[in-house]
């Protein structure tokens, strides 16, 4: 089956201006989780949802967002983008919650110059 | 915030030898995994061991857990060149979802 799929897999912007970047979990999958990681802060949690409900969140500005759709897939936008936003984001997609053993996919790589 | 840290932050090894990394975290958890990392792609899972398990084997891999000192290992036995990478724990909480708290990893180097 197909595996989790993020859009778009390189991406560069202009600090000030806004990003969205999409998640398409594994079918049948209704959690979505994203991450950002980078160099210095290593992996970081932004946040989850399930069943197009936000579970949890990580410790982020509001310039960070989310949301799910009734298909599952998910998107994260950043608003005002800085340059420490640079990083690469990751979304993993699970069946259910709190179960582990979740499925990556390969990465947005978000530039701000 | 990283829940823990992992030692050693670098290893290199030759093929064929075992490779051991571990990991310590900071407060009660429900699950341990263990993911790979190749060149900033995505994370692969590895293995999943729960906070009542003290030691799991997959293939080439063996875990343990040690819930009173908050540590875990990961062994890679016979190691292989295809197994560089870089090697993260996570942990989850009981009560916390899928929310995941990384530490900062080990990058294995293995020299063919």
């Known amino acids: 089956k197909a595996g989790v799929t993020q859009t778009p897999r390189y991406l560069i912007k202009t600090r000030g201006q806004q990003v969205t970047l999409s998640c398409s979990p594994i079918?049948?999958?209704?959690?979505v989780s994203w991450y950002q990681q980078t160099p210095g802060q290593g992996l970081q949690f932004l946040f989850e949802y399930f069943s197009e409900t936000q579970r949890n969140k990580g410790n982020f500005p509001g310039r960070f967002s989310g949301r799910q759709f009734s298909n599952s897939r998910s998107e994260m936008n950043v608003s005002t983008l800085e340059l420490g936003d640079s990083a690469l984001y990751l979304c993993?997609?699970?069946?259910?919650?709190?179960?582990?053993?979740?499925?990556f996919g390969s990465g947005t790589r978000l530039t701000v110059v | 915030s990283q829940q823990g840290e992992e030692d050693p932050q670098a290893l290199s090894i030759q093929e064929g030898e075992n490779a051991t990394m571990n990991c310590s975290y900071k407060?009660?958890?429900?699950?341990l995994q263990w993911y790979r990392q190749n060149s900033g792609r995505g994370l692969v899972h590895l293995i999943l061991?729960?906070?009542?398990?003290r030691e799991k084997h997959s293939g080439r891999l063996r875990v343990t857990l040690d819930t009173s000192k908050k540590s875990s290992s990961l062994l890679i036995t016979a190691s292989r060149a295809a197994d560089t990478a870089s090697y993260f724990c996570a942990t989850d909480a009981w009560n916390a979802g899928n929310m995941l708290t990384f530490g900062g990893g080990t990058r294995l180097m293995v020299k063919p």
């Open positions: 061991i729960r906070s009542n398990e």
């Open positions: 407060t009660s958890i429900n699950n």
């Open positions: 079918s049948g999958h209704r959690s």
């Open positions: 993993a997609s699970s069946p259910l919650t709190g179960v582990g053993g979740y499925t």
